[in-house]
Structure formats: C-alpha cells, structure tokens
C-alpha cells in the first residue's frame, strides 16, 4: 500500500512508524525540514521538505498512484484543502483528516464534507478522542489503562498487580479452572518494562500490569479477583478549561448519573468561555498548581482530579499536588512518552496518552480486514484489534486452537449475534462473529492476512 502521510509530528511520525514497520510505502511531507529529516533518517520512509496541500508537492510525493492520503498536520486548514487536492488532482481513493475546531466537527456541517463537497472519508478529532479516553478513565478508577470493545460489551483494562493481589503466584490455567463462569481473558503482561502474550502456565507477579479483556457483566467481579476494589466518581475535579477539559465537563454533565464537576482554567478568555457553555459546572479561574485554589475547588473530597492541560509537566505536577491533597484517583494528560515512567513513582495513577489515542483512531481505517476498532498499546507495542468474520476469512469455520495465529497473538474476545462468549480453543469461529485479538505489533500483518477480505472492505 501507498500512503502519503502529511505532518511529520508526533502524530505523523508514529503513523508512519507503524505502517512503514509492515512494509508498506510511505511518503512524509511537512514544511519543517528537520522533521521531515528525523522521519527519514529513523524510519523507512522517504521524505519531502513542502506544503502538503500544494498540488506540486503532493505530485513529488507521489499521489499520482497513492492508495490514501493522511492529513495530519496542525492546521484544519491544510489537511482540509490537502485532502481535497488529493481527491480533485489525483483522485487518491482514501483521505483522512485530522480536525480540532469544534465547528469543523458540529453534526448539522457533516454534509461539508460529501465526495461532491469537500472530500475527506474519515474525520479523526483529537479532543474529542482524548475526551472519551478521559471519561474511561474516569468510569474505571482502579484500571490505568482502558478501552471498550464490541460496542461496549467487552473492555480492556489494564491493572497493576499488587503485593496482596489474590491472583499472585497463581498460574492462568488454574484461575480459569477456578473460575470457569468469569468472562475475562489476561492478554498481555508487562514485566520489568516488556510486554508479552501469557501462555496458560504463566503466573502474575507483584508490580506485574496485566491487560485483562473482561465481558461489561463480569468486571466488578474480575476487579474482586484481581484484588481491586471499585470506587464510584461523584466529585470530579478538572484541571484545564481548554478544548479537551470542556469536552470532558460537556459529557460529564450530560451523563444521567449526577456527577460534580469543577474546573480550573489559568487563561482568563478560555475560563469565560468555559463558564459560558457549561451550565452546572463551577469554572474557577487560576493556576491548577495553586494549593489554595486546588483546596476551594475541594480537592480533599474529590473522587477524582483530571489533569488535562496543554502542558505535560503541569498536568503531572497538578496530579502530584491533587494526590499529596487526599484525591485518591489523579489522571494525567501526557503527551511525552519518556514521562510515563514517571506516573508510578509519582503515585499517578492513570495518564491518557493523545498522540496514542489519535494513532488507534487512524489506524482502524488503515487495517485491512472488516476492522472495527484498534487500539495501540504502550510505545506502539502492541495492537488490540475488533474485526468482523467474513466468509473469506482463512479462519472463518475454524476452531480457535486449530487456527494458526503467530505465537504472540491471543483471542480476547467473541461475539456471536448479541451475545459475547468467552473464546476457548473448542469454540468455532463462524462467518459473521466479531473477533477481539491481542496482537505485537510485528504481528498485525499476519493477523490482517488472517482477516483478509475483498478490497471492498479496505
């Protein structure tokens, strides 16, 4: 596959890392030299020095022949006219753009963006993406990393093993002899920094963090067993009134459970205009570091601090005061991934990484295969990825343990019409079902290979 990918970014680059890492033909383009040259000179790709939404410059990047086009630069603008260039000089068949401006993204302008109108096929907002990783957070307080799969009927959660953790020292073959009704499958363990798929005689161990894919019925029960115990959030703290604190106040307060909610926005304009658009969340203005302003926003009876700033090192020493405070659950928004060794030690206990999740919202319209939902672990370590079978699938008609998955890959998940199964190596993968694997990302070509269908559905 060829792909244009416009911005060479921390978006653009881990795009490109990815696609360029399953051999496939990329092209980076940005009007930055230097990050045109750091793309080039770490990654196989090549690399063009212009304006991605010049017509010549898209021609020297090769869009004649291109299969997609990835507008990801900084400027809505440029991606939109990017795209559009793509499509009306050289009819490039797939065009994703990245948009920040609410206005861009309001539902009565959708038809903007009509083949007829401005083409673009898939819009990835970033705030809005980091918006709803927040609230998953947020809904799951004792997971620091987590997702939602089959429509919300399965999660993936990610749970620091601790010392009296029942599940230590207990191989994953006798947890699910001993728990043979438990929906919930562990799929990967990071271990003293590496990530693996478990086999079944595998045990987990203190400061283990285990990815365990749970069926929605079954979690209170799977965090009993993994030694968690559930808080429910009725007291939210927001530190950062900008696109991504609004949106995150907007949803809290459209929830139907009540849910308390104060921000703290530092720039005066973005605090009026926070407190214009909400209507039952305090919006105080100052600066979220400031232990009195923290304490008159009740951070010592707050459930829960989100920490979402524009600047990393300030989310993280918001958190850091939030916690010292008394807030038992402290969320950092951090964009540096050379940071998230830092969150434990600083007793953090969850962060949302937008590089990311803007990097699994891209990444589902690249996958071949009826691809539902990806989502990228770690430092693009691993991918865990919802597909439709189709009949064309090499495993449609097979048995889980008869299917020739690489040696890292693990079935998460199974559903069958409405209902989610746990997959077992007896169970039957039929034309129709909806498939949750566990993948490394060298992996995911084999596992796309498996999936494959007609170019219909790319």
């Given amino acids: 596959m060829k792909v244009i990918i416009c911005g060479a970014g921390q978006v653009g680059w881990q795009i490109a890392r990815h696609l360029s890492g399953e051999r496939n033909d990329v092209t980076v383009v940005d009007s930055?030299?230097?990050?045109?040259?750091?793309?080039?000179?770490?990654?196989?790709?090549q690399g063009i020095a212009g304006f991605a939404s010049y017509p010549d410059v898209l021609d020297r990047a090769g869009a004649r022949d291109a299969?997609?086009?990835?507008?990801?630069?900084?400027?809505?603008?440029?991606?939109?006219?990017?795209?559009?260039?793509?499509?009306?000089?050289?009819?490039?068949?797939?065009?994703?753009?990245?948009?920040?401006?609410?206005?861009?993204?309001?539902?009565?302008?959708?038809?903007?963006?009509?083949?007829?109108?401005?083409?673009?096929?898939?819009?990835?907002?970033?705030?809005?993406?980091v918006a709803e990783a927040a609230l998953?957070?947020?809904?799951?307080?004792?997971?620091?990393?987590?997702?939602?799969?089959?429509?919300?009927?399965?999660?993936?959660?990610?749970?620091?093993?601790?010392?009296?953790?029942?599940?230590?020292?207990?191989?994953?073959?006798?947890?699910?002899?001993?728990?043979?009704?438990?929906?919930?499958?562990?799929?990967g363990i990071r271990r003293e920094g590496t990530l693996f798929a478990p086999e079944s005689g595998d045990q987990l161990f203190a400061g283990d963090s285990a990815y365990v894919m749970v069926h929605a019925d079954d979690i209170g029960r799977a965090l009993e067993i993994f030694g968690k115990t559930y808080r429910k959030q009725e007291r939210v703290v927001i530190v950062g009134g900008g696109n991504v604190g609004l949106a995150v106040a907007r949803r809290l307060e459209n929830k139907t459970e009540r849910i308390r909610a104060k921000v703290i926005e530092r720039d005066r304009k973005q605090a009026e205009r926070a407190a214009e658009e909400l209507e039952r969340t305090i919006v105080l203005h100052g600066d979220g570091l400031d232990r009195a302003l923290l304490s008159e926003a009740?951070?010592?009876?707050?459930?829960?601090?989100?920490?979402?700033?524009?600047?990393?090192?300030?989310?993280?020493?918001?958190?850091?005061?939030?916690?010292?405070?008394?807030?038992?659950?402290?969320?950092a928004?951090?964009?540096?991934?050379?940071?998230?060794?830092?969150?434990?030690?600083?007793?953090?206990d969850a962060y949302i990484n937008p590089r990311s999740t803007?990097?699994?919202?891209?990444?589902?319209?690249?996958r071949h295969g009826k691809v539902r939902a990806v989502y990228s672990i770690g430092d693009a370590e691993a991918e865990v990825i919802e597909a439709e079978v189709l009949s064309t699938s090499?495993?449609?008609?097979?048995?889980?343990?008869?299917?020739?998955?690489p040696e890292?890959?693990?079935?998460?998940?199974?559903?069958?019409?409405?209902?989610?199964?746990?997959?077992?190596?007896?169970?039957?993968?039929?034309?129709?079902?909806?498939?949750?694997?566990?993948?490394?990302s060298g992996d995911v070509p084999e596992v796309e290979r498996l999936l494959q269908v007609s170019i219909d559905f790319f």
Avoid: W
């Fill in 67 to 129: 299969d997609m086009v990835i507008a990801a630069t900084h400027s809505d603008e440029v991606n939109m006219v990017t795209c559009q260039v793509a499509h009306s000089v050289f009819a490039v068949p797939r065009k994703i753009a990245r948009l920040r401006a609410e206005s861009y993204l309001t539902a009565i302008y959708s038809d903007l963006y009509r083949r007829d109108h401005m083409p673009i096929d898939v819009v990835i907002s970033p705030e809005r993406e």
């Fill in 408 to 440: 890292g890959v693990l079935v998460g998940a199974v559903r069958k019409g409405d209902k989610v199964v746990k997959p077992t190596g007896g169970l039957r993968i039929e034309d129709g079902d909806q498939i949750v694997l566990f993948s490394p």
């Fill in 394 to 405: 090499p495993i449609a008609g097979a048995m889980i343990r008869d299917i020739d998955f």
């Fill in 333 to 348: 928004l951090i964009n540096d991934p050379t940071l998230v060794p830092l969150m434990e030690p600083l007793g953090i």
């Fill in 136 to 187: 998953q957070r947020l809904a799951a307080p004792v997971a620091f990393d987590t997702e939602k799969f089959l429509d919300g009927q399965a999660q993936l959660m990610g749970l620091s093993i601790d010392p009296e953790s029942p599940v230590i020292n207990t191989p994953l073959r006798q947890l699910t002899d001993l728990f043979s009704t438990l929906r919930a499958v562990v799929v």
């Fill in 298 to 331: 009740g951070i010592e009876r707050a459930d829960a601090a989100l920490c979402v700033t524009d600047d990393d090192k300030v989310n993280l020493l918001a958190a850091v005061r939030a916690k010292a405070a008394g807030c038992p659950m402290v969320i």
């Fill in 32 to 45: 930055n030299p230097d990050l045109v040259r750091r793309a080039t000179d770490s990654l196989d790709v």
């Fill in 358 to 366: 803007t990097v699994s919202s891209i990444l589902r319209h690249i």
